[in-house]
Every structure is written in structure tokens, then in C-alpha cells.
């Protein structure tokens, strides 16, 4: 059922209390929000969806503790009819798509104009999904030059977040950490990440990272 307009409620799930203000600020200006709740993590937000009903969800990607992709695969299974609009400081090419495929409605960026993030809530609202004309040549071009998919998406989220922090020149005991995750575990994963990408060394990965804007 769509949201009537004057009626809608969201709840911003993002770690940083400054980007929360922003985005109520932006949505309260709209006139077209009854309610909107704030959450700080990927487990606040889990808890408060289960005493309150919203009708979307604005996540980011990137908190402590798990990440926004373990928590979106997450609410599609427990609140399949919740769409979920991703908000991410990383450029659409380096998670656009792994979103999308993930089952979100939408991906914004946060430096994106106030009103492009009303659009998508809009439509995401209105049963569609939000896809930017760069998310869709991005899909376009997803595939590799033997129509196979493209290397980088042969990963799973967590290799493809220990590929980020590799080809971001991140030692394994600095991503361990980051992860909350012993060293042979991120060892395992860089194998991992060197086979299925076809590769034999970090050179190698960080170079095809850098040329298809996987990393900033």
C-alpha cells in the first residue's frame, strides 16, 4: 500500500548524529513526513523496527559494528515489504550495484541535492525503484567483455569490503580490526579474493580497483 502523502514515516539509520540532523531537517521542510525516527547502528535500528512500523528506511552503508549490506540483506528478509533507500559517502561505482542487487530500492550518495533525495523518496514510496542514470549505465557496463559478470562482483560483501581495504593499501591486522575479525580470517579472505578474481597478487588488485573506481 502507498503512503499517503502528509502520512509517510522514515527512520535514518546512520552513525553520524550531524548527517541524522541533515536529512530530518530536509524531510521535515518537505511537509510530506508524519513521523521520523533515528537510529545509530545496524542493531538500533533492528530493535526499533520491531516496536514501530515505518514506511521506508533510510540506511547507510558504511557504520560500526556489521555493515549496512549485512543489515539490508537482513531487513529484506525480516521486513520484506519495508523498501530501503541506501545513503553512502562512496561514489555509486563502488556500491551502486552490489546494493541494488541486494534488494534496495535505491542508492543516493550524501552529497546528492535535497531535492534528488525528496525524488527518491518519492518514488521509492510511490512502489518504483530509484535508479540514477549513472546507477543504470553502471548496471549496463556490469558485465565483463565475454558477457561473464565482472571480476570485483564474483565477491562476497565481505571479501568485497577486505578487496576495498586492500587496494586502499590497509594492512590485514588494521582490516581485521576494522571488521572485528582475527588476521587468519582476512588472510583466508584475501586467497579467496585472489582466485575468484583471477589474480596473483595485491599489486594486481589494487590496480584493477583504482582503474574501475572501486576505490577513492
Same mark, same amino acid.
Do not use: W
Given at each position: 500500500?502507498?503512503?499517503? *502523502?502528509?502520512?509517510?514515516? =522514515? #527512520?535514518?539509520? !546512520?552513525?553520524?548524529?550531524?548527517? %541524522?540532523? &541533515? /536529512? ?26 520491531? *516496536?514501530?512500523?515505518?514506511? =521506508? #528506511?533510510?540506511? !547507510?552503508?558504511?557504520?560500526?559494528? %556489521?555493515? &549496512? /549490506? ?147
Amino acid at each position: 500500500m502507498r503512503a499517503v *502523502k502528509g502520512e509517510m514515516s =522514515i #527512520i535514518i539509520a !546512520d552513525d553520524h548524529p550531524v548527517v %541524522r540532523a &541533515g /536529512l530530518r531537517q530536509i524531510l521535515v521542510e518537505s511537509g510530506e513526513i508524519r513521523r521520523i525516527a533515528e537510529a545509530c547502528d545496524g542493531q538500533d535500528l533492528l530493535e526499533k523496527l520491531k *516496536k514501530n512500523r515505518f514506511d =521506508i #528506511i533510510l540506511l !547507510d552503508i558504511t557504520m560500526p559494528g %556489521r555493515n &549496512g /549490506l549485512e543489515i539490508l540483506k537482513e531487513l529484506r528478509v525480516l521486513y520484506p515489504s519495508i523498501p530501503v533507500l541506501v545513503l553512502s559517502v562512496h561514489p555509486e561505482e563502488q556500491y551502486a550495484l552490489r546494493v541494488i542487487r541486494s534488494g534496495a530500492a535505491g542508492y543516493l550518495t550524501k552529497e546528492t541535492a535535497p531535492e534528488n533525495l525528496l525524488e527518491a523518496v518519492r518514488r521509492i514510496l510511490g512502489g518504483k525503484k530509484y535508479i540514477t542514470q549513472e546507477i543504470a549505465e553502471i548496471l549496463a557496463a556490469s558485465l565483463d567483455e565475454r558477457g561473464g559478470v565482472a571480476p570485483h562482483l564474483r565477491l562476497s560483501d565481505r571479501e568485497f569490503e577486505t578487496f576495498r581495504m586492500i587496494a586502499l593499501g590497509k594492512s590485514l591486522t588494521d582490516i581485521a580490526g576494522e571488521m572485528f575479525l582475527n588476521v587468519k580470517t582476512i588472510s583466508t579472505y584475501r586467497r579467496r579474493i585472489l582466485d575468484k578474481m583471477n589474480m596473483k597478487s595485491t599489486a594486481e588488485l589494487v590496480n584493477y580497483a583504482v582503474k574501475n573506481g572501486l576505490v577513492s
